[in-house]
């Protein structure tokens, strides 16, 4: 299994002969408008130009910095993906993308993509919106990848709340061999704390769901709160050690980086 993050959520994800985006965002906004909204910080990790054949997307929930229109549309033209998403999302995309090939589902739906490879929709503590009129009217959730090289798990925005969701995912889908856990977007926390982890709690999921390595995604893109861009890193790196966990077991993963995984890493 291969990882290339791109940025936010955005990720490359090749395993078992079938390459996988991830709620992909290529413009340069993460907003309903070209000239305001938080502007990307960073370049792409991947040029769009240099993406291989995109066999499937996997979205999360409509926010903006998650479910881009404009890619979307892009990706259609030129690779005519699969796109998988909870429930709601796909009036979103169909409104942009006519012809778009879309599956829904609730949480905890399996999904078979092809290859043998399967996603099955995983709960967050999180919420939905593209407008104020339609707050909570789509679905948000995770990704659980099974592939016949490993599992990987996406998952998705989310708050911890009482961190049941994450104890039933090792439940009942198994620890992942790859957890994708978003670690930024979190300050003040009297506000973002019911809806993005902090660098301290995504290692608490971590736990949670037993997995064996971690990458560090949602931080450094957009500027979408008031922590500085580094510091869901330098946080990161403080509560690994405290917990006593080896610092290369969960990385806070910059765009471009390039992670390989095997169901044998421990």
């Not at 910095?65 to 990706?75: E, Q």
């Not at 198994?174 to 300050?187: C, F, H, K, S």
Request: hydrophobic letters at 45%; proline letters at 7%.
């Amino acid at each position: 299994m291969r990882i290339t993050i791109v940025g936010q959520a955005s990720l490359l994800i090749q395993a078992a002969g079938i390459n996988i985006l991830t709620d992909p965002v290529w413009s340069e906004r993460a907003s309903p408008f070209r000239f305001a909204g938080p502007r990307r910080v960073t370049a792409p990790g991947v040029s769009f130009d240099d993406l291989p054949p995109i066999d499937v997307v996997l979205l999360s929930h409509s926010h903006y910095d998650h479910l881009d229109v404009a890619t979307l549309s892009r990706l259609h033209a030129v690779h005519a993906p699969l796109m998988v998403m909870p429930l709601g999302n796909d009036a979103i995309v169909r409104a942009a993308v006519p012809a778009a090939r879309c599956i829904i589902g609730d949480w905890w739906d399996r999904i078979l993509l092809g290859n043998n490879v399967t996603t099955t929709l995983t709960p967050a503590y999180h919420w939905s919106n593209r407008w104020p009129s339609d707050t909570r009217m789509m679905l948000w959730s995770g990704h659980y990848l099974e592939t016949g090289a490993g599992s990987i798990w996406f998952a998705g925005d989310t708050g911890y709340g009482d961190g049941k969701y994450f104890a039933d995912i090792r439940h009942r889908l198994g620890p992942p061999d790859a957890a994708l856990i978003p670690i930024g977007a979190y300050e003040p926390r009297w506000f973002m704390a019911s809806q993005h982890v902090n660098p301290a709690e995504a290692v608490r999921i971590f736990r949670d769901v037993g997995a064996r390595r971690a990458l560090g995604i949602h931080w450094g893109t957009f500027q979408l709160t008031d922590e500085a861009r580094d510091e869901p890193v330098k946080a990161l790196a403080v509560a690994m050690a405290k917990e006593g966990v080896s610092p290369d077991r969960f990385i806070a993963a910059e765009p471009g980086r390039v992670t390989d995984f095997s169901c044998k890493d421990t």
